[in-house]
């Protein structure tokens, strides 16, 4: 070829090669800017830029919702469908990673612009002090073009001709892809918020397990500093005002809960100059500095608060008597009441008595009862009642699941000492030797059946002969009497490897090996309908309070599962950590140790056990 | 602006399109100015140091001119005393030369060295005190060099001084060279830049091919060994000696990718223009000694190191006399070397401290020096056992031989000047063959390189070495794919652009030159 004729083709080549890579980008579209044709993968799109993703979300779905939270992550923590329950309204969570109240400004005015708005609720907090108008340098915190005003040329040329990387990123993390939230997809596109499911299954009762697991979350510098950009804040929050006002928004205006390292970190003339400036411009929540601030378990990491203590700072504005909201969290500030609402708020530092929201709570199991039993591990009708009178005589009060749940979800009593008498399996003796003596002492328990094995003597589809299990009558009557709950212990992923003919047989909830994720999480979801479905017809029960995990085995993804299906109780037989149930966060339910009672087990036993 | 970046191709390509659409006797001038664009937009206050260097050398140069056009219609009056007047006139024209190069040279001293010298200092003392942390001019090493030669030209003879100020101005700035060299020379240089060019389509393609060529060096080897390579640099005793050895080698093949994959992009820029700089590299892992590689490795300072310090000194009396005593005490053949090593050993502690301050760099420069003198020395040794064992010169084995032993020395010495410390470098140097066994073969895999790097580096690897082998037998791939199928061609360019453009858009964080800020 001739140089000449070269020189022609070369440009040729490098435009061919600049559409490619548009087209490459535009197709896979790692940023959601373009509708992500392909992937229609918003959570990892959201995960990469969720300021650029969640607006093309809300382009694609214009008739989804009429509400918007703004914020920046801690924003995150306030669950959309809560609101909507308050407000008979369609809320969506615009909040983005590092975002400013420059961009809360942007955003405000492109929703009221572009969409019929009826509500916004704005979170601010000390990081929107700390930072004003930063983030628009890099690819992951860019601002649309249309919520600036920029160029949208310029700005999809941008996105079109970035480097591929971040493309073929994608196309290799798809395959990745699990159920649980990775590293690349923590967003749920269709509410906004993160996927946090992981972090709220945690258990996370222990205080002193769960600030060690998290030290490094939790560590901060504890110098104290002015925060440089009140001003700046405010007059955003200035122009929000005005702008909801002329268009009829409902503005709510929330200062999220702070930890308190992240309180002290900062002086109290900013704190209280950023308050009486807030209270100048609008009525706003005040949730900064509770009792919740002083314990740990409340918070995600230094920076974060739980979904928990977002879910009960909107049950606080919306009075939801559903939900525990302890008295100190929350305060309705105006231009009014500001100036002795500060005052009090650094006169009378908040206080947290261990007493108040937690109790530590044994939980003991026990299976099948015997005359004379053959093995220790069968507990005679004796043996049982020594114990029963035992932990009555040292003050111990058997509770419910109920009483629990109560406990945690709206703030109800449990009693000083309490203890959770457990059965797994579902023995006929359970009815015949152990239920009088609970009527006896009117002593609380609960019996966690295998769903398939109910009223059975002889092993499913094999007809081997097992120790007899009682039915759905005798279940009846124990319930009727108020004092058995009934739990599960799965249908049937408690099977018994000798009985069973076959492969795969399912010991535990856990995968099988070799088992795909969709397979197992399908076998899993129908081990629950199933059992779901059988016992609201027998007992017209909905669903269970608690699941006890067949020998105590579970990973996180069943955690998930159950967590997803409405069962607040998770229980196992791991004994290397105390139970502490805390009022507020449902995670102190999950994953509970429980520790096995038989025949041989002497008193001294027992109360060391309760933890006498 | 990088020149790893869309923007520095886009303006390249608008300075081109700017020059050959302006009329012939001022296209110098868009040089001129997109130099000035080029290094402004890099910082203006280095703008200022090269100003200064610019207008020293200059004012030096004409001084020199001046003086020796005296002296030469001194000499050409008839009678005159012509041995009186050449040593006055050489008495003040060195005089005028040192004193331009103290302060030429003292500029870089100060700017490169003086922060790690008071450091020293201090830690010899105990003292602590701020770091001045002194600017460092992009390309400084290079311009203070490019200068420096030109006024040794002057002062010798060799040129005529550049009386217009802005065209020497152009000649020190022209922005391809700015970055990592080459270091031109004035008399090959500054005609072609003022000349005012036609299109000329073979040079323009030529030059894209370069940019391509280097472009890809650089972005598919050296950026991706960049992280393992440094990783082990940063801290060698993490790390068993399979890797630490891995290492070293990898970090060879990483800087020559770097280096030339650079130098090849700006040579091909200034190619775009007409304008042909010095060649810097000639396949320099094919070199079947030290000496033959520094023939083929960073020519262009190996030139002026040769030009204006090695022969000054290896001519220079109080030496020769030297040798010549030495020769009366140990023997013919031991005076006739003396005056050669020694001259070379000093040749690259030069290159050494070049490179940077530090013992590293000396050891670097020492190692060099003394294996090349080491080679003269040893030269006829040699020879008699290649006779005796009767192999060929012309042999394969034997050149295959010399070429990794030649890499292999190469290698070792950069490891003493690219560890943290010198102690660390011969640690390093040690540990390879005294702990090789790797403990944990999965750290060969993850030690800062993913494999689909690993993948992407190894095959680029294979077709820079086999377009190199190629060139080493005498035959151009580049005039072989000018002979293939049109459509062939079109592919390899397009595939070509596709990588860059694909790796080097918005996002893309370049990895700077290694010699970028030396």
Redesign the interface.
């Known amino acids: 070829?001739?140089?000449?004729?070269?020189?022609v083709?070369?440009p040729?080549?490098?435009a061919?090669?600049?559409l490619?890579?548009a087209l490459?980008n535009i197709l896979v579209d790692p940023f959601g800017i373009f509708g992500d044709p392909i992937y229609d993968w918003y959570s990892y799109d959201e995960t990469n830029n969720p300021r650029i993703a969640k607006v093309r979300w809300l382009e694609d779905h214009p008739e989804d919702y009429d509400s918007f939270i703004l914020g920046s992550s801690s924003a995150a923590s306030y669950d959309p469908e809560q609101l909507n329950g308050y407000l008979d309204a369609s809320f969506y969570n615009l909040f983005a990673y590092g975002a400013d109240t420059k961009d809360y400004r942007d955003m405000t005015k492109y929703l009221l612009e572009n969409y019929r708005v009826k509500n916004i609720v704005l979170n601010l907090g000390i990081n929107e002090c700390f930072n004003y108008d930063v983030g628009e340098d890099t690819?992951n915190n860019r601002m649309h073009a249309k919520v600036t005003g920029g160029s949208l040329l310029a700005f999809t040329l941008?996105?079109a001709?970035?480097?591929?990387?971040?493309s073929i990123e994608k196309v290799l993390s798809r395959p990745r892809d699990t159920e649980l939230p990775q590293a690349f997809d923590v967003f749920v596109p269709e509410t906004g918020v993160y996927d946090k499911r992981v972090r709220d299954t945690e258990p996370i009762g222990d205080l002193a397990a769960y600030e060690s697991i998290y030290a490094a979350d939790f560590a901060f510098s504890t110098a104290v500093r002015e925060m440089p950009h009140i001003d700046e804040c405010l007059a955003s929050v200035r122009e929000i005002s005005d702008m909801c006002r002329k268009a009829g928004v409902n503005l709510i205006v929330v200062v999220n809960p702070e930890y308190i390292a992240r309180w002290n970190s900062v002086s109290e003339a900013s704190m209280r100059r950023f308050r009486e400036g807030l209270a100048q411009i609008t009525d706003y929540w005040d949730f900064a500095l509770s009792s919740l601030s002083l314990d740990s378990r409340y918070y995600y990491d230094v920076d974060h608060f739980r979904n928990a203590a977002g879910t009960m700072a909107m049950a606080r504005i919306f009075s939801d008597p559903e939900v525990y909201v302890p008295e100190d969290y929350g305060a309705f500030v105006t231009e009014e009441t500001v100036d002795a609402y500060l005052d009090r708020l650094f006169s009378e530092p908040p206080q947290a008595r261990m007493e108040d929201y937690t109790r530590t709570l044994p939980i003991l199991m026990y299976h099948h009862l015997e005359e004379d039993p053959a093995t220790s591990a069968n507990v005679s009708p004796e043996t049982f009642e020594a114990h029963l009178k035992l932990l009555l005589e040292h003050g111990y009060t058997p509770v419910s699941l109920r009483e629990m749940e109560d406990f945690v979800t709206r703030g109800g009593e449990l009693p000083e000492k309490p203890v959770l008498i457990t059965f797994d399996d579902g023995y006929e003796s359970n009815y015949e030797l152990a239920f009088p003596i609970l009527q006896k002492y009117g002593a609380k328990a609960v019996i966690f059946p295998i769903g398939v094995s109910v009223g059975k003597t002889l092993y499913k589809d094999t007809d081997y002969v097992m120790t007899p299990h009682f039915g759905f009558d005798e279940m009846r009557e124990m319930v009727s009497s108020g004092l058995v709950e009934i739990g599960s212990h799965t249908w049937d992923m408690h099977q018994w490897p000798p009985f069973e003919s076959g492969d795969g047989v399912r010991e535990n909830i856990l995968p099988l090996s070799g088992e795909s994720e969709e397979d197992y999480l399908a076998a899993l979801r129908a081990d629950l309908a199933q059992y779901d479905a059988v016992i609201r017809r027998e007992l017209g029960q909905e669903g269970f309070l608690a699941l006890a995990y067949p020998s105590g085995q579970y990973n996180t993804l069943s955690e998930v599962v159950l967590y997803e299906n409405a069962i607040p109780i998770t229980l196992t037989v791991r004994t290397d950590r105390p139970n502490v149930l805390i009022r507020g966060l449902p995670q102190s339910l999950r994953a509970l140790s429980r520790w096995s009672v038989d025949n041989a087990t002497t008193p001294e036993e027992l109360l060391k056990i309760l933890g006498a | 602006m990088s020149i790893m970046s869309g923007v520095f191709l886009l303006f390249l390509a608008a300075a081109v399109a700017v020059y050959y659409l302006t009329p012939k006797k001022v296209r110098w001038l868009v040089l001129l100015a997109a130099s000035a664009v080029f290094y402004l937009s890099a910082s203006v206050k280095a703008g200022a140091y090269l100003l200064l260097t610019i207008a020293v050398t200059y004012a030096a140069a004409r001084v020199l001119g001046a003086l020796l056009e005296r002296e030469r219609a001194a000499l050409a009056v008839p009678g005159a005393p012509a041995a009186q007047l050449r040593r006055r006139g050489l008495r003040r024209r060195r005089l005028v030369l040192a004193g331009a190069l103290v302060l030429n040279f003292g500029t870089l001293a100060v700017l490169k060295y003086l922060d790690s010298w008071l450091a020293s200092a201090q830690r010899l003392l105990g003292l602590t005190a701020p770091r001045l942390g002194l600017l460092l001019p992009l390309g400084i090493s290079f311009y203070i060099f490019q200068t420096s030669g030109y006024l040794m030209d002057v002062y010798r003879g060799k040129i005529k001084p550049e009386r217009n100020l802005l065209k020497y101005a152009l000649f020190t700035a022209w922005f391809p060279q700015m970055v990592q060299g080459p270091i031109n020379r004035y008399d090959k240089l500054a005609p072609q830049l003022f000349a005012g060019n036609d299109f000329d389509p073979d040079g323009v393609k030529y030059g894209l091919q370069l940019i391509l060529w280097g472009m890809l060096k650089k972005m598919l080897i050296a950026d991706k060994l960049a992280p393992g390579v440094n990783a082990v640099f940063a801290d060698p005793t993490a790390y068993t000696g399979a890797i630490t050895g891995l290492a070293a080698v990898l970090y060879s093949i990483q800087l020559y990718c770097d280096f030339s994959g650079g130098v090849d992009l700006v040579r091909g820029a200034s190619r775009l223009f007409g304008v042909d700089m010095a060649e810097n590299f000639n396949r320099p892992y094919f070199a079947v000694s030290i000496d033959d590689f520094w023939r083929r490795w960073h020519i262009s300072l190996g030139e002026w190191m040769k030009d204006y310090l090695f022969y000054p000194l290896a001519l220079s009396k109080p030496l020769n006399r030297l040798g010549k005593r030495l020769r009366g005490v140990f023997g013919r053949r031991a005076g006739q070397l003396f005056v050669p090593c020694v001259s070379t050993v000093l040749v690259f502690l030069a290159v050494g401290l070049w490179q940077g301050p530090g013992f590293g760099n000396i050891a670097y420069g020492l190692w060099n020096g003394g294996l090349m003198s080491l080679g003269m020395i040893c030269a006829p040794a040699c020879a008699r056992l290649r006779a005796a064992l009767r192999l060929r010169d012309d042999s394969k084995l034997l050149r295959i031989f010399r070429s990794l032993r030649t890499f292999a020395l190469v290698a070792i010495g950069r490891c003493f000047s690219q560890a943290p410390t010198f102690r660390l470098g011969v640690w390093m140097l040690a540990h390879t063959v005294a702990a090789f066994g790797p403990k944990d073969p999965a750290l060969l895999v993850s030690f800062g390189i993913g494999s689909v790097d690993w993948i992407v580096a190894l095959t680029a690897l294979a077709v820079v070495f086999a377009v190199s082998l190629a060139g080493e037998r005498g035959v151009s791939v580049r005039a072989w794919l000018d002979r293939r199928h049109p459509v062939l061609q079109f592919a390899v360019v397009f595939l070509a652009v596709l990588i860059i453009v694909a790796g080097l858009s918005e996002g893309y964080v370049p990895i700077s030159y290694v010699y970028e800020n030396i």
């Open positions: 070829m001739s140089s000449k004729k070269w020189l083709m070369f040729c080549a490098v061919l090669a600049v490619t890579v490459f690819m941008k996105f001709l970035t480097t591929t990387q971040n």
